[in-house]
């Protein structure tokens, strides 16, 4: 990753910033944070369990392997673990677009090619207006989307309507993670600075088992549509990153520390 921190030095010094997901994200992003003078505490809230219906999944990934879908639609890094858990094959004639960098770089790690990724909106919605562009009039396209089984249909709707086959399989459930005591004293003391939410699933997690949130802490989305998630969890929000990234995610933070001193 990398942020890039100015002239300043360790703008956020001593800033206790909670990071909600394990993993090699969440380890990237911790090592980020530690660059910029902060100390994360990377708490889990959130995993991932395998789909309730296992036999659609392994029958959808079958027919993409025998070159059954035109495309196939990622729209996020957890659908790319289960591409590989399952030894997924893409035949060069499927076409794979990614709904974001994040997930185009997990597709690239796990040795599958990215034809398409949103230039500026990394959501659904702009993955369905990016994916116009290879379109033909009249012409249906044959495509297999992979989501967890909390994911609004937004994709699979949009292609629907627009004349295309779509296949929509549920490739993973999305469970929540039970805290550490200790931290949640640490949340309701107001000796976390920041909490970073990442996901509709994160704030509701965060709201469940931390709200409320203290007021001396800032609660900071990844993206509009995560921060207008996490309002309907009732779960308050403080700071919008511009970009859907960890990179931008830590520099409204900093923007954040900056406007306090």
């Known amino acids: ?20 997901r394990g993993g090699p994200w969440g380890h990237g992003v911790a090592s980020d944070l530690r660059t910029v003078g902060a100390v994360p505490i990377v708490a889990p ?14 029958s959808a990934l079958e027919r993409l392997a025998a070159g059954d879908f035109d495309w196939l639609t990622v729209t996020s890094a957890t659908t790319v673990d289960v591409l590989s858990a399952h030894q997924a094959e893409v035949p060069a004639s499927t076409r794979i677009a990614a709904v974001g960098e994040t997930t185009a770089a997990a597709l690239s790690s796990a040795g599958y090619r990215v034809d398409l990724v949103p230039l500026e909106d990394n959501s659904a919605k702009g993955l369905l207006s990016e994916m116009k562009q290879f379109e033909e009039a009249g012409a249906s396209l044959r495509i297999l989307t992979l989501r967890s089984e909390i994911a609004k249909p937004v994709l699979s709707l949009g ?17 929540g993670v039970a805290v550490d005591p200790a931290l949640r004293e640490e949340v309701e003391a107001g000796l976390i600075r920041a909490i970073l939410v990442t996901s509709g699933s994160v704030a509701e997690q965060v709201q469940l088992q931390l709200g409320p949130i203290p007021e001396s802490t800032i609660v900071a989305c990844i993206g509009p549509v995560t921060a207008q998630d996490a309002r309907s969890y009732g779960l308050r929000v403080d700071l919008i990153a511009a970009k ?5 995610l830590i520099e409204s933070l900093i923007g954040a520390a900056a406007a306090l001193r």
């Not at 990398?2 to 909600?20: C, E, F, I, Q």
């Not at 995993?47 to 296992?54: H, V």
């Open 1 to 20: 990753m990398g942020v890039s921190t100015g002239s300043t030095p360790k703008p956020l010094a001593g800033w206790r910033v909670l990071v909600p």
């Open 244 to 248: 859907r990234s960890a990179e931008s």
């Open 159 to 175: 292609l629907a309507q627009r004349g295309h086959a779509v296949e929509s399989v549920v490739a993973y459930r999305t469970i």
């Open 45 to 58: 809230l959130i995993n991932f369990a395998p789909t309730a219906d296992s036999a659609a999944l392994e």
